[in-house]
């Protein structure tokens, strides 16, 4: 297995996608209100896109399975729904969270990062899931540093969100980026019985989309009658958090960040 690194230039590229994804998760986050439809959402974030010279990464991608090609510009993924939800007619309500998943490509260069909303109040436990989720991906900022093989993060991460009481799903995993949305390697967030295959040693200047994937029940998943959209086994709810890094020596620096004077 062949992992590239990015030169320099090549890493601000993408981090000026991953500043149009930072920026449009965060419009996201603000639109996600009682009454606001998820294809309203799409719609929202193609208009984005374009201001910004920016194309979708997942429109039109295949199914791995020969279904039909993802219909979405996002994908939006509501409470039991894990990943690759449709956007469509369907309204958010008081107490629902809202998984966002936003890949462009701009310039050649690719960034992806997901996040989980809250919709207004939703109970204690849910906002432990979010949070434990979120948490796991600081653990990539601290530990993820060159020299380090990834098996040693995934461990933390894994032993994170399983100290608190969550399960990690296993089906879906990160992924090398750059030129391209998927690229080698292969990027678990958990220690499985494939590691030994899929471990690798960072080195200084990979680029990784990792993206922790919690359930507050079971870790089991499955997949909807259309193809794409995955939910929890057991109708439980679900969070989806995701960033894409590049490797330094102190640890992972997040690229799907807002650039200077964008923070809100």
């Known amino acids: 297995m062949t992992i590239s690194t990015k030169s320099a230039e090549a890493i601000e590229k993408m981090r000026a996608a ?13 639109l996600c209100r ?3 439809t998820t294809g309203q959402l799409d719609a929202e974030a193609v208009r984005l896109f374009g201001r910004c010279g920016a194309r979708s ?13 993802y ?9 039991e729904e894990l990943v690759h939800g449709i956007p469509g007619p369907r309204a958010v309500v008081e107490g629902d969270i809202v998984s966002v998943d936003v890949g462009v490509q701009k310039d050649g260069w690719c960034a992806d990062a997901a996040r989980t909303f809250a919709v207004g109040r939703v109970p204690p436990r849910v906002e432990e899931l979010l949070a434990a989720t ?3 991906l600081q653990v990539v900022r601290r530990e993820a540093r060159a ?7 995934a461990g933390r991460m894994q032993d994170l969100v399983e100290r608190r009481g969550f399960s990690v799903v ?4 990160g992924h090398g980026i750059g030129r391209e949305m998927w690229e080698p390697p292969r990027v678990p967030n958990f220690i499985g019985a494939d590691m030994d295959r899929d471990d690798f040693l960072l080195a200084e200047g990979m680029t990784l989309a990792v993206e922790p994937m919690v ?11 259309d193809g794409w959209t995955v939910v929890t086994a057991d109708g439980r709810p679900c969070a989806h958090f995701e960033d894409t890094f590049v490797v330094r020596r102190d640890g992972a620096e997040p690229l799907t960040r807002p650039g200077p004077g964008e923070e809100r």
């Open 18 to 30: 991953g500043c149009v994804v930072a920026e449009t998760l965060e419009l996201l986050r603000e």
């Open 134 to 136: 979120a948490e796991a």
């Open 147 to 153: 020299g380090v093989f990834w098996s040693a993060v």
């Open 71 to 79: 219909p979405g510009n996002i994908c939006v993924s509501v409470n």
């Open 57 to 69: 990464l997942f429109l039109g991608q295949p199914h791995p399975r020969g279904g039909r090609p």
């Open 34 to 36: 009682p009454g606001t």
């Open 170 to 173: 296993r089906e879906y995993v």
């Open 215 to 225: 359930n507050l029940g079971t870790r089991y998943v499955r997949e909807q009658g």
